[in-house]
């Protein structure tokens, strides 16, 4: 059974930081590229940023300039998790942020896989 499973969510201030981290479990994921979405409240999902399984390619939403800058996104392979690094944290980014993970090419647009998400509040 695949699991992805979230942790690093939580109250935060403006200003502040926060690591999220996703483990996934169930399959070997040698194919699969993986990412992360939020959803904040009233809003639909939408994509953050993918790392390939090598991490040699990564790519960030463009729709945000906000985002620019602030998060990285990153992944270990030995311990089979992902990682989203958010620096300078700011109001707006309260959301339930999910980790995902699709094959090759063809994910972001089609995720196979989605793990339960971890609220993050943002207070100012």
């Known amino acids: 059974q695949v699991q992805l499973v979230e942790s690093g969510g939580g109250l935060v201030q403006a200003g502040g930081s926060l690591r999220l981290s996703c483990a996934a479990s169930?399959?070997?994921?040698?194919?699969?590229?993986m990412g992360w979405f939020r959803q904040a409240p009233g809003k639909e999902r939408r994509f953050i940023a993918t790392?390939?399984?090598?991490?040699?390619?990564?790519?960030?939403?463009t729709y945000a300039d906000s985002m620019k800058g602030r998060f990285t996104v990153s992944r270990d392979n030995a311990k089979n998790t992902v990682y989203l690094q958010m620096n300078n944290l700011k109001p707006e980014d309260t959301a339930v942020y999910y980790c995902a993970a699709g094959q090759t090419g063809a994910f972001p647009r089609t995720a196979e896989y989605w793990g339960q998400g971890t609220q993050v509040t943002v207070s100012s």
């Open positions: 169930g399959r070997t994921f040698s194919d699969y590229a």
């Open positions: 790392i390939s399984w090598r991490g040699g390619n990564i790519y960030y939403a």
